[in-house]
T-cell receptor, first 116, second 114 residues
Framework: GAVVSQHPSWVICKSGTSVKIECRSL??????MFWYRQFPKQSLMLMAT?????????EQGVEKDKFLINHASLTLSTLTVTSAHPEDSSFYIC????????????FGPGTRLTVL | SQQGEEDPQALSIQEGENATMNCSYK?????LQWYRQNSGRGLVHLIL?????REKHSGRLRVTLDTSKKSSSLLITASRAADTASYFC??????????????FGKGTKLSVIP
């Protein structure tokens, strides 16, 4: 099946630093990738939709200047958390969508971000 | 809300028993998917059922979909301790202009007691 990887798996950083998370589709091309955030014991919340070669579409309440998304190729999307603060600590999960009629999404394993 | 709502929120059963989780929604869907998530881990895709399908099986999993009632159920038969996890239903919605969006419910926390 389709495989999506994320790097890093977990990261601890100091408040004020920026953190980049990569999402790769390993064996298929993904025109569209999605970024989700999950706080402890809560559901996944869609942050943004990333389309290759164009600007990402952000969900209401998500700051586009804080969460920078770049989808430069059909197999790679990056999420950069700029000037991270403790309240940004969360589990960030990406998914890559296959093309075709059913548009299935395949999820990465997630990246746990802890901001001290 | 375009989220699915799982019921129950938490379920505790003995190993070997069957576990049934339900998901209700209010909007039209393209398909409905069930995922499992172990504590602190990523999502595992279990099964996808399309809007024109009524029932699907995968191993010990059985999913039904009733679009007239806007509800789906996930049945895990002969449960095992390793099935302990949170289970989420996710709705694939057509968000317009050829775009699709996946929205998640809050999940059912299943505990299988050995």
């Amino acid at each position: 099946g389709a495989v999506v990887s994320q790097h890093p798996s977990w990261v601890i950083c100091k408040s004020g630093t920026s953190v980049k998370i990569e999402c790769r589709s390993l064996d298929f091309q993904a025109t569209t990738m999605f970024w989700y955030r999950q706080f402890p014991k809560q559901s996944l919340m869609l942050m943004a939709t990333s389309n290759e070669g164009s600007k990402a579409t952000y969900e209401q309440g998500v700051e586009k200047d804080k969460f920078l998304i770049n989808h430069a190729s059909l197999t790679l999307s990056t999420l950069t958390v700029t000037s991270a603060h403790p309240e940004d600590s969360s589990f960030y999960i990406c998914s890559a969508q296959t093309s075709g009629y059913y548009n299935e999404q395949f999820f990465g394993p997630g990246t746990r971000l802890t901001v001290l | 809300s375009q989220q699915g709502e799982e019921d129950p929120q938490a379920l505790s059963i003995q190993e070997g028993e069957n576990a049934t989780m339900n998901c209700s929604y209010k909007t039209s869907i393209n398909n409905l998917q069930w995922y499992r998530q172990n504590s602190g881990r990523g999502l595992v895709h279990l099964i996808l059922i399309r809007s024109n399908e009524r029932e699907k099986h995968s191993g010990r999993l059985r999913v039904t979909l009733d679009t007239s009632k806007k509800s789906s159920s996930l049945l895990i038969t002969a449960s095992r301790a390793a099935d302990t996890a949170s289970y989420f239903c996710a709705l694939l919605l057509n968000s317009g202009a050829g775009s699709y969006q996946l929205t998640f419910g809050k999940g059912t926390k299943l505990s299988v007691i050995p």
